[in-house]
């Protein structure tokens, strides 16, 4: 069992930047690909970065690209979402996931374990 807790949220206004945070309780991300998705308020979980669990290997959704750069430490505990350029529309509890296995994954149904989630409130 991995359990997943998500932390960086919070109120920005547009144009800010912010630095969410997921750490694994109790052990590391070895083997198992990483991924942030958001649910913004009546809408579907969506897909928003993954990187595989040796940092190399990274895929984003477009709307965030070159705006989001999502990273892993180098002791393989924490994953992490920057975002920059912040916009409204990129408001959403961010979630973070993981999947046991070698690869990049981009698909919601792929992930095994989840997070409780983070609030990102961008204004304008």
């Known amino acids: 069992q991995v359990q997943l807790v998500e932390s960086g949220g919070g109120l920005v206004q547009a144009g800010g930047s912010l630095r969410l945070s997921c750490a694994a309780s109790g052990r590391t991300f070895s083997r198992y690909g990483m991924g942030w998705f958001r649910q913004g308020p009546g809408k579907e979980r969506e897909f928003v970065a993954a990187?595989?669990?040796?940092?190399?290997?990274?895929y984003y959704t477009s709307s965030v690209k070159g705006r989001f750069t999502i990273s892993i430490d180098n002791a393989k505990t924490t994953v992490y979402l920057q975002m920059n350029s912040l916009k409204p529309e990129d408001t959403a509890v961010y979630y973070c996931?993981?999947?046991?296995?070698?690869?990049?994954?981009?698909?919601?149904?792929?992930?095994?374990?989840w997070g409780q989630g983070t609030q990102v409130t961008v204004s304008s």
């Open positions: 996931a993981a999947k046991q296995g070698l690869g990049v994954y981009g698909s919601r149904d792929e992930y095994d374990y």
């Open positions: 990187i595989r669990w040796t940092g190399t290997g990274t």
